[in-house]
């Protein structure tokens, strides 16, 4: 029996007389935003005016009907599934729970403090923040957090365990909010229940599984009872009787399944879940039941010695799998504000964009389970982080405690999806050990206990947990890292790449020295005019004014004073392009430059491959409409860079690459079978004119990369105007288009653009129209857009090369006419600085 409370919730600032109606899961801000007592803090600076919120207390209640079946259960427990943070929880005016972590949930039995009818449920908040500064105020040493946007001194995050980025980011906002950020229910039961469930494919071939189930049974006396499993559905012959003591106990349930269906990432094959039911039966009847989605497949990290280092890549059912993907972070700052239908268009984009892994970032929160569902069902792995970003940590025993708490709640809650692959320690917190300033700060004692505490959570409290509760799954200590819990080499584990961007380095650094997994890089751009304006006027629209600057949050001020992203991209965009006068022209330029930089280090990647086995960029969405490094802005628009991302990702790529005194034409191939193919280069003008062309046949190997030919770049005819020139390179096989690819010689800001005319015919289809364009000389980046924001097209910034027409798709409820589409190109910009 379960009742779901998640009505008729209030909500007041402690000392307040007045109640106001308050959703749940929910929080304060947002609360306060409904009933009109603050403004859109996402809108221009707005933030700063609601600071005052997170050094308030809160209360919140409700009241809840139970009838008299309810109470006649053996028992009734009350669930809270998550709550941010500091919190004491009074139930019909007795005190049952103190909690202080936003991560963990707890079960509070209750029985005996019910009422039939009506019952009072009220919790008190208490600020994060003063409770943090209380805590920072016993400690006479800084224990740093690199990005909370407060002066050192004011820096409390570390003393909570709270979602890091709400405390600001170097893309985000500081909202520090409070409340009951997940579900509560009542639930109520008899005799026994499944309190737990583990499950691990041992074995995954073609022929046969083999599954190990454990079941974890809680009994309130001793009894007798049986377990059995149905496997989609129907009867699995598989039971298992069990003779209970009072309390926990554990029956195994092992089993095979001949002919599996297995499950695959994203682009390898169907990712199958078995519908699994585990029933617990006591004289024949069902009293409790577990059901969930499984997929049977295997997963290891496989790190051996090389002639570099150390190999750091996955394998799925055996098979090694370049791993394609992003970082993510919370799709709301606000996190309970996070839909289903946000969560379902962030997986879209990531599978529409080839994508078979995410990385759930550690400076974040653990995710809902219906994202690892998703995950599940669309064939991509999670990399999970344990929350723990850019900072070190207290390292008192009730925090430590905290932080193993914390741990055993998320790797029970997430170890059953199929999707997760590997758990790590924490995001750059070992980088930042070594290679920023921290250390300074302390004396020989204080540095010493300082890492101490670091080996005792992510040397020992972590992967304990993980090995005890997960060990079919990895343990990395900390990413970036190398071998033996060592700073991150590029010879052995992961790196985070931010030699571009942070580093000033050019693209092309991207293929010099590439590590073996890259797990972090990436470049800023603005998003869309569309995005902009919801978010200020037209008299904010320059990257130096007050509201630009305010949103830009890559603050980098090392590098010059007040230096930040905004000035990055500047310094970006006049390496490779014009920079446009005007600020639409240079926000779609912005897009265009990280499209570039974007496909650049993917393709760079892929080629290293197997030397390389992974690339996850920095990041696929956004918390807030902001100037950052996502390819989907906050309102679900793909930026050029996506449309990039997605090409890259490919499963077949041809990526021809000047090396030397040499154009090498590589072939990356994901697929698990070798193919043969032809090879067709053409070397043209801007006017489509061809200056040479060849065709050969190749073949292509499985899963790596193969310079498939090489052309000596001197024998190109290309004259003395390499700015005015492009090498197309397309693979066909059995007679289909495999893939393509264009080389041109210059950057853009020297390449001698042709006035063009773009022409466009439009055909009404099933859902919005189908455009067709084309043009007489070359189009680069050809940028489509609409008066409908959310208007969705197949593809964008394109280049069109004459004779070859360009047919894109348009999604959109609205009627369109030709006119109604605005075409941009890059030829239309070739006169900025």
Not at 67 to 83: H, S, V
Not at 411 to 434: D, F, P, Q
Not at 801 to 818: C, M, N, S, Y
Request: with cysteine; net charge negative.
């Amino acid at each position: 029996m379960i009742i779901e409370i998640n009505s008729n919730w209030q909500f007041r600032q402690s000392g307040d007389n007045d109640w106001l109606p308050a959703d749940v899961p929910g929080t304060v801000h947002a609360d306060l935003l409904a009933n009109g007592i603050i403004e859109d803090f996402f809108w221009r600076t707005n933030e700063n005016g609601v600071q005052w919120i997170e050094d308030a207390d809160w209360e919140y209640r409700t009241t809840f009907e139970v009838d008299a079946g309810m109470l006649k259960r053996d028992i009734a427990e009350l669930e809270f599934m998550g709550l941010d943070t500091y919190a004491d929880v009074h139930l019909n005016g007795h005190h049952i729970l103190t909690s202080d972590n936003m991560f963990v949930g707890h079960r509070i039995r209750c029985l005996e403090l019910l009422h039939e009818g009506e019952n009072e449920l009220r919790i008190q908040f208490h600020s994060p923040v003063r409770v943090g500064m209380e805590k920072l105020q016993k400690v006479d040493y800084h224990i740093p957090a690199t990005n909370e946007q407060a002066p050192p001194d004011r820096q409390t995050s570390v003393f909570t365990r709270k979602a890091p980025f709400h405390y600001g980011w170097d893309w985000g906002p500081r909202l520090v909010t409070s409340g009951i950020w997940r579900p509560v229910r009542l639930t109520a039961w008899n005799s026994a229940r499944i309190s737990d469930l583990y499950l691990e494919t041992t074995v995954a071939g073609d022929d046969r599984a083999m599954i190990s189930a454990g079941v974890d049974i809680y009994s309130l006396n001793e009894e007798e009872y049986v377990i059995s499993l149905y496997i989609n559905g129907e009867k699995s012959g598989i039971s298992e009787g069990m003779k209970a003591d009072q309390g926990h106990n554990e029956a195994t349930l092992s089993f095979a399944i001949d002919n599996p269906r297995l499950w695959w990432t994203n682009g390898l094959g169907e990712p199958y879940l078995y519908d699994l039911s585990f029933r617990l039966e006591k004289d024949g009847k069902e009293i409790d039941r577990h059901d969930i989605e499984y997929g049977v497949r295997t997963v290891k990290l496989v790190q051996e010695p090389d002639e570099t280092g150390h190999s750091f890549l996955f394998e799925v059912n055996g098979v090694p799998v370049f791993m394609k993907g992003a970082n993510i972070i919370p799709s709301e700052t606000l996190t309970p504000r996070v839909t289903d239908e946000m969560y379902e268009n962030l997986i879209n984009n990531a599978v529409s964009a080839n994508m078979n892994m995410l990385r759930v970032w550690g400076g974040a929160i653990y995710e809902d389970d219906y994202f690892y569902e998703l995950c599940d069902r669309n064939g991509l792995l999670v990399w999970q982080d344990f929350m723990f970003a850019c900072n070190l940590q207290p390292g008192d025993d009730a925090h430590l405690q905290n932080i193993r708490n914390e741990a055993i709640y998320n790797v029970r809650r997430l170890r059953n999806h199929t999707s997760i692959a590997l758990w790590c320690g924490n995001n750059e917190n070992l980088h930042g050990w070594h290679h920023w300033d921290w250390q300074d700060n302390y004396t020989p004692e204080q540095r010493d206990f300082m890492w101490r505490t670091y080996e005792r959570i992510f040397h020992e409290i972590l992967p304990e947990v993980v090995s005890e509760l997960d060990p079919k799954n990895e343990y990395w200590s900390s990413s970036p890292s190398s071998v033996g819990n060592t700073p991150a080499d590029r010879r052995s584990g992961d790196e985070h790449d931010w030699t571009v961007w942070f580093g000033q380095q050019p693209f092309s650094n991207y293929a010099s020295n590439v590590p073996r997994f890259v797990s972090e890089w990436g470049m800023q751009a603005f998003p869309g005019m569309h995005t902009i304006k919801s978010f200020s006027m037209d008299g904010d629209w320059d990257i130096d004014s007050e509201v630009m600057r305010h949103r830009q949050r890559s603050d980098m001020s090392w590098l010059a004073p007040g230096f930040d992203g905004n000035d990055m991209i500047r310094w970006y965009m006049e390496m490779y392009y014009r920079v446009p006068e005007d600020f639409a022209g240079f926000t779609y330029v912005s897009q265009l430059l990280q499209a570039k930089g974007y496909r650049t280090a993917i393709e760079s990647h892929r080629r290293a491959m197997p030397h390389c086995m992974g690339t996850l960029y920095w990041q696929l969405n956004d918390c807030w409409p902001t100037i950052s490094w996502s390819t989907v802005d906050y309102h679900n628009r793909w930026k050029a860079s996506h449309y990039a991302v997605r090409d890259a990702f490919e499963e077949v790529i041809v990526s021809p690459v000047i090396e030397g005194d040499n154009i090498n034409i590589y072939v990356v191939s994901d697929r698990l079978d070798p193919f043969g193919a032809e090879l067709s280069f053409s070397l043209i003008d801007f006017s489509g004119n061809q200056l040479w062309g060849e065709t050969i046949e190749v073949s292509i190997p499985s899963n790596t990369s193969t310079v498939v030919h090489s052309i000596a770049e001197p024998s190109l005819p290309a004259g003395d105007r390499p700015g005015s020139i492009v090498l197309t390179a397309d693979l066909f096989s059995a007679g289909e288009a495999v893939a393509g690819n264009t080389l041109y010689f210059t950057a853009p800001r020297y390449q001698e653009l042709p006035d063009t005319q773009v022409s466009l015919s439009l055909k009404a289809v099933s859902g919005g129209y189908k455009a067709v364009l084309s043009t007489d000389k070359l189009a680069r980046n050809v940028f489509l857009q609409t008066e409908d924001p959310d208007a969705t097209f197949s593809s964008n910034f394109f280049d069109i090369l004459p004779g070859r027409d360009k047919i894109v798709e348009i999604l959109t409820p609205h009627q369109l006419a030709p006119a109604d589409i605005k075409i941009i190109s890059l030829n239309e910009l070739r006169g900025g600085r």
